[in-house]
């Protein structure tokens, strides 16, 4: 699938999943298996950055996410061909009040937050939860593999404002985001 130069670099190329901070092992777990399941890379978990105060904002009282995706893309091991960071501090970009997540458009890093998808009153149950998680976390990969956001609400590429909304898409991608996943794949290997 990979060409001979891609393959010596990457024999065996992975997405690599990297809690800070205090993630429960089985959101960890979770994503792996999810990110293998979707997106067809093995996965490694392994600590990139130990806290976030660099991406702190005091106005806000939340974490600068485009930050975050600076310090992951610099601290990357070279064998990953994305990294997915999860914390639980809350996200936001200056246009937004919050953010589930953020990923660099067809680049290398992707940051989720379970802060809202998992310890709020109304985040529900844990099999919920985990669902919640799981797809964005593969929402945020989609975003590095240059996916945009899809108009199909039962996509996983579809955008969501509020818990409701993530809840109601699927866990998969629709036929057209699969097709562009799929290229962004064979590009990647080139």
Same mark, same amino acid.
């Given at each position: 699938?990979? *060409?001979?130069? +891609? ?11 990297? *809690?800070?901070?205090?993630? *429960?092992? /089985? ?5 792996? #298996? &999810?990110?293998?399941?979707? +997106?067809?890379?093995? &996965?490694?978990?392994? +600590?990139?950055? =130990?806290?976030?105060?660099?991406? /702190? ?8 996410? &485009? ?5 992951? #893309? ?11 960071? $999860?914390?639980? =501090? ?17 680049? %290398? ?6 802060? %809202?998808? $998992?310890?709020? *009153? ?9 669902? %919640? ?6 929402? #945020? ?7 945009? @956001?899809?108009?199909?609400? @039962?996509? $996983? ?17 629709? %036929?057209?985001?699969?097709? +562009? ?10």
């Amino acid at each position: 699938m990979y *060409p001979a130069v +891609f393959r010596a670099m990457n024999p065996d190329p992975i997405i690599l999943i990297s *809690p800070i901070g205090e993630i *429960p092992d /089985w959101i960890s777990k979770a994503v792996a #298996e &999810t990110v293998e399941k979707m +997106f067809g890379f093995k &996965t490694r978990v392994a +600590f990139l950055l =130990e806290d976030l105060l660099f991406a /702190w904002d005091e106005k806000r009282t939340q974490y600068y996410s &485009t930050a975050i995706l600076g310090e992951l #893309e610099k601290k990357a091991p070279k064998d990953c061909i994305k990294v997915l960071a $999860i914390t639980r =501090e809350d996200l936001f970009i200056p246009i937004l009040t919050h953010v589930y997540g953020e990923a660099q458009l067809g680049g %290398r890093a992707a940051v989720i937050s379970i802060s %809202r998808l $998992i310890e709020y *009153p109304e985040a529900g149950d844990l099999k919920k939860s985990r669902e %919640r998680v799981v797809k964005e976390a593969a929402h #945020e990969l989609g975003h590095a593999f240059d996916l945009r @956001h899809c108009e199909d609400q @039962h996509c $996983i590429m579809h955008y969501c404002r509020k818990l409701a909304d993530v809840d109601a898409k699927s866990d998969n991608f629709c %036929r057209y985001c699969r097709i +562009f996943l799929s290229d962004a794949v064979k590009a990647l290997a080139k």
